[in-house]
């Protein structure tokens, strides 16, 4: 940058001694033809060497200036092209290796075959594509040991060569510069992510299996606490892995879009809220007909009493 501004100014004072040279050329011109006016003053034809020569040095002089002022922007877009090919790089290996967990869009779904049901979380989100350096190097860090070692004990697995897993170095960094640049504009116009999701719509198209994606459409018609459950039941609780909810979730358990309404009529005596209750501490206490005793109970130390009441709140909000 401080290399682009010497170049500038260098370039103008350069302009201006041409702008000079001409002047002063055209005096000589001048003199040359009028040779009865006075006294000559020196020799025209060597004058005008010096000119052409003064005149052709300072043009090189604008060359390099020109070069000094192209060249940063240069390096600089070829860079860009760089990052963008390590971005399209990322977003293979993302559809190849990370959609079936994290979802088409990065959204997050269903970890395939989880059993109680798990949802990988969204990688498609805002504090992942910090604008700040610090910020931007901290999650760099995040992004890429997570990618590198996994997290042991969840779904994730490792990826890194050292931990035991499949992927170089630069493909690990291929894969980070694609989240952490998740909302960059490619060529088109649109973000990374976008191209992730036509890629991905594409492999499903030609065979890859489709992930299963957990509602967050529903949560945004909630009031907080329910919003708060709809969380639980497409995250941490896993509810989304057996029950549908607006067209989304797994077909083990009963649908429950309407489970508001119906809650009332299972059980006499019961009032709706203390039935979700019961299902969801005790859920063999009533079986619904034609379903089997399969869904776990989540008791205390599973489901915090405050986490159940986000999740009645959040299924008395379905009708
Ligand atoms: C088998 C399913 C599965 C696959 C495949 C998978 N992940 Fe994950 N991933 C998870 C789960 C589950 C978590 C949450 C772990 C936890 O609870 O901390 C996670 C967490 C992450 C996180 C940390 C998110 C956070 O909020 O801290 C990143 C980053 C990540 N995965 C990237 C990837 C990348 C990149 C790939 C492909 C190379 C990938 N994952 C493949 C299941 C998966
Ligand atoms: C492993 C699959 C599985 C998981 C995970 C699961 N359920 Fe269930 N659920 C079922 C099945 C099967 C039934 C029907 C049999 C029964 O009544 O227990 C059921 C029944 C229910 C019912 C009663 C539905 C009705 O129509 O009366 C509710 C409410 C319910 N589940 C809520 C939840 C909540 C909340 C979660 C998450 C915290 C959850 N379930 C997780 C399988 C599951």
Request: aromatic letters at 6%; proline letters at 7%.
């Amino acid at each position: 940058m401080q290399m682009n501004a010497a170049s500038i100014v260098l370039a103008i004072g350069l302009l201006l001694l041409l702008v000079l040279l001409a002047i002063y050329a055209a005096g000589v011109g001048r003199r040359a033809h009028v040779p009865d006016e006075g006294v000559p003053t020196g020799n025209p034809s060597m004058e005008r060497k010096v000119v052409i020569t003064l005149g052709m040095m300072i043009l090189c002089g604008l060359t390099l200036a020109g070069y000094g002022i192209w060249e940063p922007t240069r390096q600089a877009r070829a860079a860009e092209r760089q990052e963008n090919v390590s971005i399209e790089r990322g977003i293979e290996l993302y559809t190849t290796l990370c959609m079936g967990c994290h979802g088409i869009d990065g959204l997050g779904a269903v970890v395939p075959d989880s059993n109680p049901p798990r949802v990988a979380p969204q990688l498609n989100r805002a504090d992942f594509q910090p604008k700040d350096p610090d910020e931007y190097r901290s999650r760099y860090e995040l992004v890429s040991k997570t990618i590198h070692r996994g997290r042991p004990g969840t779904p994730m697995p490792a990826w890194g060569r050292n931990d035991g897993g499949t992927l170089l170095d630069e493909q690990i960094h291929e894969l980070t510069l694609m989240i952490l640049k998740g909302d960059k504009q490619l060529e088109g116009g649109h973000t990374a992510w976008w191209h992730a999701t036509e890629e991905a719509k594409e492999k499903i198209a030609h065979g890859s299996s489709e992930p299963f994606k957990p509602s967050v459409e529903v949560a945004a018609l909630l009031s907080d606490e329910a919003k708060d459950g709809a969380r639980l039941w497409s995250g941490r609780a896993g509810c989304v892995g057996c029950h549908v909810v607006g067209g989304v979730g797994g077909q083990t358990g009963p649908n429950l879009s309407q489970i508001g309404s119906i809650a009332a009529t299972r059980v006499p005596g019961e009032s709706a809220e203390e039935y979700i209750r019961a299902s969801i501490r005790n859920p063999n206490a009533y079986l619904v007909p034609g379903y089997p005793p399969v869904m776990p109970a989540y008791p205390e130390g599973v489901l915090s009493e405050q986490e159940l009441n986000q999740l009645v709140e959040y299924y008395l909000s379905l009708k």
